[in-house]
């Protein structure tokens, strides 16, 4: 697939797709031509100080609270972990997939991989308090 391609599917999967926390925010596809998959680039690209916090996390454990169905799911909270699920598949076919959390409390969040030259990937915020 192309970068094009990846972020087209993305954009089609997450659509309307809001990823939990103590707020729910939707998922933004990226792509980001000739960019190299480093924590410094995340900050930039963030736009956020150089000296802000910045995680790394790995896709399985940044999704498992969303893909994982519960004893306690109706048909509707099903549905919605089987979309995660096929977002965390569609993401997961990228080179060297990684999640970056950037800064504390309202916190930004790239999902990113790259593909060929290019990085691309999901944007989205969590609130950890």
Same mark, same amino acid.
């Given at each position: 697939?192309t970068?094009k391609e990846?972020?087209?599917?993305l954009?089609?999967l997450?659509k309307?797709?809001l ?6 925010y ?5 792509t ?8 410094e680039t995340?900050?930039a690209?963030s736009l956020q100080?150089? !000296? ?5 996390? #790995? $896709? &399985? ?5 969303? *893909?994982?169905?519960q004893d306690?799911f109706?048909?509707?909270d099903r549905?919605?972990?089987?979309r995660?699920? !096929? ?5 997961a #076919? $990228? &080179? ?5 959390? *950037?800064g ?5 969040v790239?999902?990113?991989g790259a593909?060929?030259?290019?990085l691309?990937?999901?944007k989205?915020?969590v609130?950890?308090?």
């Open positions: 697939m970068a990846i972020t087209d599917l954009s089609q997450s309307d797709l990823f939990p926390s103590e707020s729910d939707p998922l933004e596809p990226f980001w031509e000739s960019a190299t998959l480093t924590p995340i900050l690209r100080p150089s !000296d802000t916090a910045i995680e790394a996390t #790995t $896709l &399985e454990d940044f999704f498992a609270p969303v *893909v994982t169905d306690w109706d048909d509707e549905a919605i972990a089987q995660f699920r !096929d977002l965390q598949a569609a993401i #076919t $990228l &080179e060297n997939v990684q999640v970056f959390k *950037v504390t409390v309202e916190i930004d790239y999902i990113v593909i060929g030259s290019d691309v990937g999901l989205t915020q609130i950890e308090t």
